[in-house]
């Protein structure tokens, strides 16, 4: 099967599979849950657990993302794309509002009794976002997105797997995370690790910048000095002759 191109499937490449935010639902309180969610949902799949998380209906839903300076980044408007093709980092927050009614949710509501529904109950339900996605084969229920989806997927493991076939141990690299400053070390390890899925890459970084010294959770990938370990994704790694920065060195006049 041919590697899909990543501009032809429509999706953007994100550094990783998963994104941890703040839900909030009033712009008036500062108490806000904080939750992680997978990057491969759907804005209609993140609507149904919100639902059941704030109680707003998911039809009548939008979503407003803010960083961390409080500026609004994006409305998340569009059902059928995908959460990690919208512009959502690690700290910023989610406001929940429902449109029809008007209704100011609390989610520090310690007075009122808790209402909970399980899954299977919620399954039982036929008025609600889920049953109405099920009748009409839209988002995960649909097998036409669903397969758009699972090539996506595969796409993304080809441009991992391909980008990791030009990275060997011993290269110097670059390596760029998003709202990171870049960083230079030396590949030391290429490949699958037991704490994230997909393609890492391990570096000795040029400078103690780092979260580890090549292992993480008592498993070692690679051995270097504390806190100049590094795991990066692979679609963050540029190798080449990239000389250590000397933080001493003054700039040209």
């Not at 995908?82 to 929940?96: A, E």
């Not at 110097?172 to 070390?185: H, L």
């Not at 790694?237 to 000397?246: A, H, K, L, T, Y």
Request: aromatic fraction near 8%.
């Amino acid at each position: 099967m041919e590697a899909m191109d990543i501009a032809d499937a429509g999706f953007s490449v994100v550094s990783s599979d998963f994104v941890k935010v703040f839900v909030s639902v009033s712009t008036s309180s500062t108490y806000s849950a904080e939750k992680s969610f997978a990057k491969g949902i759907t804005i209609a799949d993140l609507k149904c657990k919100l639902e059941l998380m704030t109680g707003a209906t998911a039809g009548s839903m939008q979503l407003t993302v803010v960083d961390k300076a409080g500026n609004r980044v994006c409305l998340l408007d569009d059902n059928s794309r995908l959460l990690g093709s919208y512009p959502v980092d690690h700290g910023m927050v989610i406001f929940v509002a429902d449109t029809t009614p008007k209704h100011t949710f609390d989610l520090d509501s310690s007075e009122v009794p808790k209402f909970e529904l399980s899954d299977e109950k919620y399954s039982e339900r036929r008025d609600t976002v889920r049953a109405h996605l099920e009748r009409n084969r839209l988002g995960k229920y649909d097998p036409a997105r669903e397969e758009q989806l699972r090539q996506e997927r595969e796409a993304l493991e080809a441009l991992e797997a391909e980008l990791a076939s030009k990275i060997t141990i011993g290269n110097r690299c670059e390596v760029s995370v998003p709202d990171q400053p870049v960083r230079r070390g030396l590949v030391m390890f290429v490949g699958n690790v037991h704490f994230k899925p997909g393609l890492w890459v391990g570096v000795k970084l040029d400078e103690p910048c780092g979260k580890n010294d090549g292992s993480v959770e008592g498993q070692r990938y690679f051995t270097c000095p504390a806190k100049y370990g590094s795991f990066v994704k692979v679609t963050n790694i540029r190798v080449g002759d990239f000389p250590e920065i000397d933080p001493f060195e003054e700039d040209e006049m």
